[in-house]
C-alpha cells in the first residue's frame, strides 16, 4: 500500500471521484444536482489516493473551510477494495495532514442512508453537529464533526 498526497488536478483521484459520482448520482436521484454543486473538485489542493500495488483503489480530500477548519471531501473506496481500511487510513491521512497546517477542527456532510460511512467516521472520532451551511435543513444529510 502506497499514500499519495497530491491535489485534485492528479488523474487518479478525478477518475475515482468519477466513479463516486456515478454512484452518487443512482443514490441522490432528482437531489444529485443539489449536492453535486458543492462537490467540485477544481482547485482543491488536498488530495489523497491510496494505492493497492500500483492500482488507485481510495481517495479523499479536504477543502478549506475557515482559518482553524477544514471539510472532508470525496471520500470513496472501489468495491473491490472495501472492508480492509483504508476508509479510515484516508481519514488519518487527511486529519494528519490538516494538522501539519495548523487546523483544529474537520467537519463533513453524508446522506443519513450511506450507513457504512457513518460507521467510518464513528469509528475514527467524529460525532454529530447541526448541519452546516449549504446543508441546513436537508433532511437528507448528517453533518459530523472532529477536533484534531
Same mark, same amino acid.
Given at each position: 500500500m502506497h499514500i499519495l498526497r497530491t491535489d485534485s488536478s492528479h488523474t487518479d483521484f478525478q477518475n475515482l471521484v468519477k466513479l463516486l459520482d456515478s454512484i452518487l448520482?443512482?443514490? *441522490?436521484? +432528482?437531489?444529485? +444536482? /443539489? /449536492? *453535486?454543486?458543492f462537490n467540485t473538485i477544481e482547485a482543491i489542493k488536498n488530495c489523497v489516493v491510496i494505492y493497492i500495488d500500483t492500482i488507485p483503489a481510495a481517495c479523499g480530500a479536504f477543502k478549506i473551510l475557515s482559518e482553524n477548519t477544514v471539510e472532508i471531501k470525496r471520500m470513496y473506496t472501489q468495491p473491490e477494495f472495501r472492508q480492509r481500511g483504508l476508509a479510515s487510513k484516508i481519514v488519518k491521512e487527511l486529519e494528519n495532514w490538516a494538522r501539519e497546517l495548523n487546523f483544529q477542527k474537520a467537519v463533513l456532510e453524508t446522506s443519513k442512508d450511506l450507513k457504512n460511512a457513518i460507521s467510518v467516521y464513528g469509528h475514527n472520532g467524529f460525532y454529530?453537529?447541526?448541519n452546516y451551511g449549504p446543508y441546513i435543513g436537508i433532511e437528507q444529510s448528517i453533518c459530523l464533526e472532529k477536533i484534531l
Open positions: 448520482a443512482e443514490h *441522490n436521484g +432528482d437531489e444529485y +444536482d /443539489f /449536492f *453535486n454543486q454529530r453537529i447541526s
